[in-house]
């Protein structure tokens, strides 16, 4: 996790591709999806970005009896010689089947609704190459926010039509290793959705045929009305225990209104 503590100055170039779009691999369900009322909360519309570092790491083909080692989808990979962003850009491809709503717009339209066009649109996909080694970086532990930005990018709205709630990057590094960026909409997914759907790319990635967990959406029962009232603890400070390394209830909610 990138911190603004420490400091790390090793000069490198990334030289980047240009964006493309990573579409599902088969044909998936058109249709417009609402959200939840909590999801609906403007607060919430931010892209959350992380970044997953990879050390090099040499596989056999085959195994301890020389045998080809397959993927269950059939196929065979010759695992040393794998380009990371293609085994990467291949596996979103097909997780996109399942997570189809992380392959539409997101936009929030005049009656303050946010919904999700499932149009297939396509995820945004950046490969980079850097002229470094990933070691170099600290594999990107404790490093700067400015020295983590290049390995995430943003990817602004396409005018009208909402916005992409995905954006990769796969950065290549010359040792071999690699970082994955990511950038997801909060509204869309929260932490666990985010680490499900990067565990079913991960598991795709590895040769699964199909991930896991399947998602499921039906955000649609979970609509309420807003509270009007604010809202009232059940307990005041003298009910509470203290401590001189917390701060006091009352600072504490004068601080989240």
């Known amino acids: 996790m990138a911190t603004h503590k420490n400091t790390i100055h090793i000069p490198f170039l990334l030289e980047k591709k240009d964006v493309v779009l990573v579409k599902p691999a088969k044909p998936t369900p058109s249709e417009v999806l ?4 909590i999801d609906n909360d403007p607060n919430l519309e931010i892209i959350c970005q992380t970044i997953y570092a990879y050390k090099a790491k040499r596989f056999s083909s085959s195994d301890d009896n020389g045998h080809d080692l397959a993927s269950s989808n059939g196929k065979t ?34 009656d303050g609704e946010l919904r999700l066009n499932c149009n297939a649109a396509g995820v945004p996909f950046l490969v980079a190459t850097a002229n470094c080694e990933l ?41 071999g290793g690699f970082t994955i960026g990511m950038g997801i909409s909060h509204s869309v997914c929260d932490g666990f959705g985010a680490a499900q759907f990067f565990r079913a790319l991960a598991e795709l990635a590895s040769g699964k045929s199909e991930p896991t967990v399947k998602p499921v959406w039906e955000r649609e029962r979970l609509v309420g009305t807003p ?3 604010p809202f009232q603890i059940p307990i005041d400070e003298a009910s509470l225990a203290t401590s001189p390394h917390l701060p006091p209830l009352k600072l504490c909610m004068t601080a989240s209104t």
């Open 34 to 37: 609402s959200f939840s009322t």
């Open 135 to 175: 070691s170099s970086l600290s594999y990107l532990d404790g490093i700067t926010v400015e020295l983590a930005k290049p390995f995430v990018f943003d990817w602004p709205g396409d005018g009208g039509d909402g916005r992409h709630p995905l954006v990769l990057q796969v950065t290549k590094f010359s040792c």
């Open 227 to 229: 509270r009007k009232t």
């Open 77 to 110: 990979h010759d695992l040393d010689s794998c380009d990371p962003a293609s085994v990467i850009s291949d596996a979103l491809s097909r997780v996109l089947v399942y997570y189809y709503p992380l392959a539409g717009k997101l936009k929030r339209h005049s």
